[in-house]
């Protein structure tokens, strides 16, 4: 009887293991890829599932929902030889469960080394300027650079962003040296055209001052033309009116010389008294 108790608890237990072995519950949001004997047998959909104890195993369990890869930061060197930083992260999805276990070891890992390669190459073929400026080209050339190789793994890729895109700390410094010298550049050429305008217009008020001057000493002068003419035609043949006018300055003028402060010794000329009496003794012609 024991022996008999003793097989019969060793059948349970083979029945029981038997039985677990060979039912399988997938979850929601995975296929799971069956083995038999070595070899690919079938998918398992996500629900409850029979397998063959013994000659069936379950190899992989792949989640076919989607997957986010980090593409983790690296440097470019852009084709004016600038050294920039980018990192980008996939998102990424199985709709091919069989390619992407037995097309590729890791595809994960490969769909993120194919994506950092092909960001090195994309940004390689770009300025610096370029580069910092079309992150959706980069994006768009980048996602339709790897949807080719992702069909052949077995996946999709739904998208690609570029997280970040910057220079690199070194050439972060040169850009801002860069930008300070073209400040002070356009800073020089602002003051230096300044000076220029204030030459041109210093110039400029110097010409027509110039020419005010000279339109003035030529009204000046036809003025003083224009009273000698009515003097001439005033007086006509009698200068003894003249001869008294120039008299009476002529006294003025050296009465004004001695009242002058700083006057300490007035030269008279010798022919004062013949000159006032030549012009008080003339008589008309």
């Known amino acids: 009887m024991e022996g008999f108790g003793i097989v019969a608890i060793a059948l349970f237990v083979f029945v029981a293991v038997t039985v677990a072995k060979g039912v399988r519950i997938v979850p929601q949001g995975e296929e799971w890829i069956v083995e038999r004997l070595g070899k ?3 998918t398992l959909l996500p629900g409850l599932r029979f397998i063959i104890p013994y000659l069936d195993r379950v190899a992989y369990k792949l989640v076919t929902k989607d997957i986010i890869l980090d593409v983790q930061e690296q440097e470019v060197i852009t084709r004016d030889n600038a050294v920039i930083l980018t990192n980008a992260i996939a998102f990424i999805k199985v709709t091919d469960p069989v390619k992407a276990v037995y097309g590729v070891v890791d595809f994960a ?3 993120r080394n194919l994506i950092m390669t092909t ?3 994309i940004c390689g073929e770009m300025e610096l ?3 910092l400026s079309s992150r959706d080209k980069i994006k768009a ?3 339709e650079s790897i949807a080719d190789e992702a069909v052949d793994w077995g996946l999709t890729v739904k998208s690609v962003e570029i997280q970040d895109i910057k220079p690199s700390p070194s050439m972060q410094k040169a850009m801002e040296m860069q930008a300070s010298a073209e400040r002070e550049r356009k800073a020089m050429v602002t003051r230096a055209e300044g000076e220029k305008q204030s030459m041109i217009l210093q110039a400029e008020a110097r010409l ?3 020419k005010r001057d000279a339109a003035a000493q030529i009204n000046l002068a036809e003025g003083s033309a224009e009273a000698i003419r009515r003097v001439t035609l005033a007086i006509g043949d009698n200068y003894t009116p003249m001869l008294y ?5 002529y006294v003025g003028a050296l009465h004004k010389l001695g009242e002058s402060d700083n006057a300490k010794i007035v030269v008279l000329p010798a022919d004062l008294q013949e000159s006032l009496g030549g012009l008080l003794r003339r008589k008309p012609v």
């Not at 006018?245 to 300055?249: D, I, R, S, T, W």
């Open 208 to 210: 027509e001052s110039a």
């Open 141 to 143: 050339r980048l996602r």
């Open 245 to 249: 006018m120039l008299g009476e300055k």
């Open 119 to 121: 960001l090195r190459s």
């Open 40 to 42: 690919y047998n079938s």
């Open 129 to 131: 300027d370029e580069a």
């Open 109 to 111: 890992e490969a769909i």
